[in-house]
């Protein structure tokens, strides 16, 4: 296959993104993803890309991403890496405190039992395990505070940049 039929195919698919085609241009990228991989991938990665920035939950500027592709699939790849780590923040917050609520029973009898081995009062054990119960909560904020402290700290330096 001839280079040019590539390059008119990635030119073809950004296109479409941003203005639509003609008719016969579509059908004639409809054949050439048919059969050509690299361009196929590109097609479904500037469409990811694409899906991403929409569900992002930040807003974006006003007319970035029609500004050109370039920018959007910067953003978009920048997206993409800190989507990951955001996920995993939520999943481990979710796991706790699912894990917090679904073991909150034995957790009671356990501070109930100590209570009553050691005769501390009853306010005392209450308060150790709602304090318990709390730490998957303190945790995420401390997590969410260094997260968007951090991100402050990178935009400063980037004011100063310019
Ligand atoms: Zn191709």
Redesign the pocket.
Known sequence: ?KAD??QR?LQLIAQARVEGMPETDRNWLRA?LEE?D??AEHARRTDRALRLLRTAPISLPAGLASRTQFRVRLRAQELREREPKRRALWLACGMSWIFGVASAPYVWSLFQWLGQRTGVPKLVWEVGFGLWWSIPALFAVAVLLMESSRRGEQADWINQGS
């Open positions: 296959m039929s590539h195919a050439h050509c690299f361009c």
